[in-house]
C-alpha cells in the first residue's frame, strides 16, 4: 500500500472519529486508547472500523457503571492497564491487529465478577489477572441481589431400590435428621422428623408394626402416614384422648417418589403441605424411558456439598486422579502430551441464573439443576461398527457429524449425579449412567459387581477432596477465585459453579443456623475411607453379596477341614482308591486357598482399598 493510500486511510479514520467523538467523550474515553487505536488498525479495514469504536464504547461505558472493572481492553494484546502510559515508540513493537477479528462478540467477554482480558476464541486459554477463567459470551442473568432459598427446593434422600419397606432409615438432609419409611396403608413412602414427640428418641431406630403404623421402640407410641399420633400404650383407655393432641404428632415432611428415588421438601409448614402441585423435582425422562437402562448407586462422602459437585463437573482430572480407572474425556484432535493423556477441553457456560448453569462441550452438553441435579449427556455414533471417537460422528477427531439413519437411533449414554448436602463436611452421592444401548448387561450381571468399579473411582480422589476442603476453608470459600488459579476453559463448570455459589449463596450452603461452619476431625485414612460405612451398609446389591461372600469365607474352611478330616479317618483303610485321595486332598487345599482369598477380596472392596497414586 502506499504512503498515498495509507494517509488517506487515516484522515478517513480522523473523520470517523471526529463523527463519533461526542458519543466518545460521553463515557470519558481515555486518550491512550484512541491513540493506541489509530495506530494499531489496518487501513484497509477502516471500513469495519465504526463497529470495533461502539463495542468498545459499549464496554467503557459498562465499565464505568459497574466501578470494578480495572483493566482495559486491548484486542488479542493481553495489555493490563497497570501500564497505562502508551507511546508512538512502544507501538512500533506491537503487531497490527485485523479490525475484522474484533467482533462484538470479543467485547462481550467480561465477566461481571473479575475483570480480565481473553484470548481469541480459538484458544483454550485466557489470561487473567485475578486467575479467574471467563466463556466467550456473559452467560449470566441479572439477579436484582435476588438470593437462593436452600430450604424452599426438594431434596433426593435415596433411590427406592435401596431402601427396605420392613424397616424405618434415618438419613441426614440439609442437616434434618428424618426417618424414611413405607407406609403399606397408602403404598407410599414416608419422610418424618426423625424425633419421637414423647422424648425426642429416634424414630428411626423403631420398627413397623402389625398394622403399617410407625413405632417408637422408646415407649410403643405408633404413629400413621399423616404424622398423626394413633396409639399411645401408657394412656388410660377411659382418660382423655392425649394422642390426639397436636403435640402428640410427629413433624411430617411432603414426600414423593420420582425417577426410582425418594425426595422430600425440608419444609413442615402446613402451607407446603401440596407443594408437589406447584413445585416437583427435576425430571429425567431417560429414567423412565423403557429403551434405556438404569442403574443406581449411593455413596456417603466425608467433604462437603460444595466440594463434590466441583469435582463432579470437572471432567480435566479424570486423565490423573482416575488412571487406569475411566477413559479419558472426548477431545477435539487429541495429541498426548504425557503418560495419562490429558489434553484441551473445550467448556463453555452458555447460561448461568439462579436455577443454575448449562454448559457445552465436544460430544455433548451438560446442566446443572439447583442445587442438586447435574446431568451430562454424551451422544455417540448410530453406525454400525463405529466406536466413540473413531470415523466421523458427534464424538469423533474431526467432530463432522453424521445424521443418524432412520432406523437406529441415536445411542446416548448419560452421567447423573444427584449431589445431596448432608452436613459441613459431610454430603451424599447418588448416581446412574442411564443408557439406551447394551441394555442386556445390566440384566444379567447384578448392581454390586458394577459397584465394584465405581467405588474404586470414587475412592482414588476421595482423599484429595477431602484435604481440599479444609484448605480452601483455611483460605475462606469467599477466597476461593483469588486462591485458585483456574486459566483454562477445562475448568469453566468448576468456575461457574463457584460463581453460582458466590452470586446467589455467598459461597455457602445456607444450613439455617444449625451448624457454626466447623468441620468435623480428620479420621484415620483406614475409616475416612471405608466402603462398609459409606456405601455397603446402604446398598441393598452389596450388602446381600457382602453377607453371602462372608458365609462363603466360612463354609469354604469348614469344607477343607472336613475333607482333611474325611483322608484322616481312611488312611488306613483301603475303600478310597489313590485317585480319590488326590482328589480330596486337592479340593481341601483349594478350598482353604480360595478362603484366604476370599477374605482378602472383602476386605478390599467391601471394607478398605487405598489408592496410591505414585504407584499406578
Known amino acids: 500500500m502506499t504512503n498515498c493510500t495509507i494517509s488517506w486511510a487515516r484522515k478517513s479514520c480522523i473523520k470517523k472519529f471526529q463523527e463519533l467523538h461526542s458519543h466518545i467523550t460521553k463515557v470519558q474515553l481515555q486518550p491512550h486508547i484512541l491513540q493506541f487505536i489509530y495506530f494499531s488498525f489496518k487501513p484497509q479495514d477502516i471500513n469495519t472500523f465504526p463497529t470495533f469504536i461502539n463495542a468498545l464504547v459499549e464496554y467503557h461505558r459498562r465499565a464505568a457503571k459497574m466501578q470494578s472493572l480495572r483493566i482495559c481492553f486491548v484486542p488479542s494484546l493481553h495489555i493490563a492497564a497497570a501500564s497505562s502510559s502508551f507511546n508512538n515508540a512502544q507501538l512500533l513493537h506491537l503487531n497490527h491487529c ?11 467477554r467480561f465477566s461481571r465478577y473479575k475483570a480480565f482480558t481473553s484470548l481469541s476464541s480459538s484458544s483454550s486459554t485466557v489470561s487473567t489477572e485475578s486467575t479467574t477463567y471467563t466463556n466467550e459470551a456473559d452467560p449470566e442473568t441479572d439477579s436484582q441481589g435476588e438470593k437462593f432459598d436452600w430450604f424452599s427446593q426438594w431434596y433426593p434422600i435415596m433411590p427406592v431400590c435401596d431402601l427396605d419397606r420392613r424397616v424405618p432409615h434415618a438419613k441426614r438432609v440439609m442437616g434434618l435428621d428424618v426417618v424414611v419409611w413405607w407406609d403399606r396403608n397408602e403404598e407410599a413412602w414416608k419422610v418424618f422428623d426423625d424425633t419421637c414427640p414423647h422424648r425426642l428418641a429416634p424414630l428411626s431406630e423403631g420398627r413397623i408394626d402389625q398394622w403399617g403404623r410407625l413405632q417408637c421402640v422408646y415407649h410403643g407410641w405408633c404413629f400413621d402416614g399423616s404424622g398423626d399420633c394413633k396409639l399411645i400404650p401408657q394412656a388410660p383407655p377411659d382418660g382423655p384422648p392425649v394422642h390426639t393432641f397436636k403435640k402428640a404428632c410427629v413433624a411430617a415432611y411432603p414426600s414423593t417418589v420420582q425417577n426410582g428415588i425418594v425426595w422430600f421438601w425440608p419444609n413442615t409448614n402446613p402451607e407446603y403441605k401440596d407443594i408437589l402441585s406447584t413445585k416437583k423435582p427435576p425430571y429425567i425422562s431417560e429414567v423412565d424411558d423403557p429403551s434405556y437402562t438404569t442403574s443406581f448407586g449411593n ?17 480435566a482430572h479424570v486423565p490423573y486422579a482416575h488412571y487406569k480407572l475411566l477413559p479419558s474425556p472426548p477431545s477435539k484432535n487429541r495429541v498426548k502430551l504425557d503418560r495419562e493423556g490429558g489434553a484441551p477441553i473445550d467448556l463453555t457456560i452458555k447460561e448461568l441464573d439462579i436455577n443454575g448453569f448449562i454448559s457445552s462441550r465436544f460430544g455433548g452438553d451438560s446442566q446443572f439443576f439447583a442445587p442438586c441435579v ?40 448419560l452421567l447423573l449425579f444427584f449431589c445431596v448436602p448432608v452436613s459441613p463436611g459431610r454430603s451424599r452421592l447418588i448416581f446412574a449412567f442411564p443408557r439406551n444401548f447394551g441394555v442386556w448387561i445390566d440384566r444379567l450381571i447384578p448392581r454390586w459387581v458394577f459397584h465394584l468399579g465405581q467405588n474404586r473411582v470414587l475412592d482414588s480422589d476421595l482423599y484429595l477432596l477431602h484435604v481440599e476442603e479444609r484448605r480452601i476453608m483455611d483460605v475462606g470459600p469467599s477466597n476461593w477465585q483469588k486462591a485458585c488459579f483456574v486459566p483454562t476453559k477445562s475448568d469453566a463448570q468448576v468456575v461457574a459453579f463457584r460463581k453460582w455459589l458466590k452470586k446467589y449463596s455467598d459461597d455457602q450452603v445456607n ?3 444449625r451448624f457454626n461452619g466447623a468441620l468435623p476431625p480428620t479420621p484415620p485414612k483406614e475409616q475416612l475411607m471405608d466402603r462398609y460405612r459409606s456405601h455397603v451398609v446402604n446398598c441393598s446389591s452389596c450388602n446381600l453379596a457382602y453377607k453371602t461372600l462372608n458365609a462363603l469365607e466360612v463354609i469354604l474352611p469348614v469344607i477343607s477341614i472336613a475333607l482333611m478330616g474325611i483322608l484322616a479317618a481312611t488312611k488306613q483303610a483301603t475303600i478310597m482308591s489313590a485317585a480319590t485321595r488326590t ?34
Open 583 to 616: 482328589f480330596l486332598l486337592l479340593t481341601a487345599v483349594l478350598c482353604f486357598v480360595a478362603s484366604r482369598w476370599l477374605a482378602h477380596f472383602i476386605h478390599k472392596n467391601f471394607h478398605f482399598h487405598d489408592y496410591n497414586h505414585a504407584l499406578v
Open 374 to 413: 447435574y446431568k451430562s449427556t454424551f451422544r455417540l455414533p448410530s453406525k454400525k461398527g463405529s466406536v466413540a471417537g473413531q470415523g466421523n460422528g458427534p464424538m469423533s477427531p474431526t467432530g463432522n457429524s453424521e445424521e443418524p439413519s432412520s432406523h437406529a437411533p441415536q445411542r446416548q449414554s
Open 511 to 513: 444450613w439455617g443456623g
Open 98 to 108: 485485523s479490525i475484522p477479528n474484533l467482533s462484538i462478540r470479543a467485547h462481550q
Open 299 to 315: 455413596r456417603e462422602f466425608p467433604f462437603g456439598y460444595d466440594i463434590l459437585i466441583e469435582n463432579l463437573v470437572d471432567p
